[in-house]
């Protein structure tokens, strides 16, 4: 997806920002933005609501949401693929020694990061809402994808190429998880980790879709 709309901005420039970078890179990256602010367009990447604020600048918020439980799934796949996690570390233990696993879809959309205790969950919820509402012009969602994507067209106004998703996950077998293959009390604890994100997402669905 982001390639195709670096493409469609053909000869002007984006910015791909991540949040995963060191407060470092972070800040470096920061800086050079707001150097060359007139020479950027887009500004995108994965990072949590407030980097306009951050930044001082206004443009249009746009994402992109998937499922709860399933993007749960995929991004537990993705850290082993991108070798976050230790190759030893199955489902279970990464749910208990994975830091930080619960309602990240609240988390990134509040700017609410952290430990939070289930009040200040139910609080980042209500902002998550709120930002979604007051501050972002296009919401799509993976699971009406091609759709969306045709959404996104008319409203940037650009002639973006075909997009088609397939999941191609390159774990290893013995590290794979399907949900329902899941023994009852993983899947209680996965539900119970996305309690916020499916109400988020449920949310979202019905007032974008």
Aim: hydrophobic share 35%; net charge neutral; glycine share 4%.
């Amino acid at each position: 997806m982001r390639l195709v709309l670096d493409s469609a901005y053909d000869g002007r420039v984006t910015y791909y920002y991540h949040n995963e970078y060191t407060p470092a890179e972070r800040r470096s990256q920061q800086d050079q933005i707001r150097q060359n602010i007139n020479r950027f367009d887009m500004v995108n990447g994965h990072f949590p609501f407030g980097l306009h604020r951050t930044l001082g600048i206004c443009g249009h918020h746009i994402t992109f949401l998937r499922e709860p439980i399933p993007r749960f799934i995929s991004d537990y796949h993705h850290r082993h693929m991108s070798a976050d996690l230790p190759k030893t570390w199955d489902f279970e233990r990464y749910l208990k020694d994975c830091p930080y696993l619960d309602n990240q879809m609240v988390r990134l959309l509040s700017g609410y990061g952290g430990h939070l205790s289930d009040r200040m969950m139910q609080v980042a919820f209500r902002e998550a809402k709120r930002n979604l509402q007051k501050h972002f012009s296009f919401v799509g969602f993976l699971e009406t994808l091609q759709q969306d994507w045709q959404r996104l067209r008319d409203f940037l106004g650009l002639e973006l190429e075909e997009l088609a998703y397939a999941n191609k996950s390159k774990v290893p077998s013995q590290l794979a998880v399907h949900f329902a293959e899941l023994p009852s009390s993983l899947q209680q604890r996965v539900i119970d980790l996305n309690h916020y994100d499916q109400a988020l997402y449920d949310f979202a669905f019905e007032h974008f879709h």
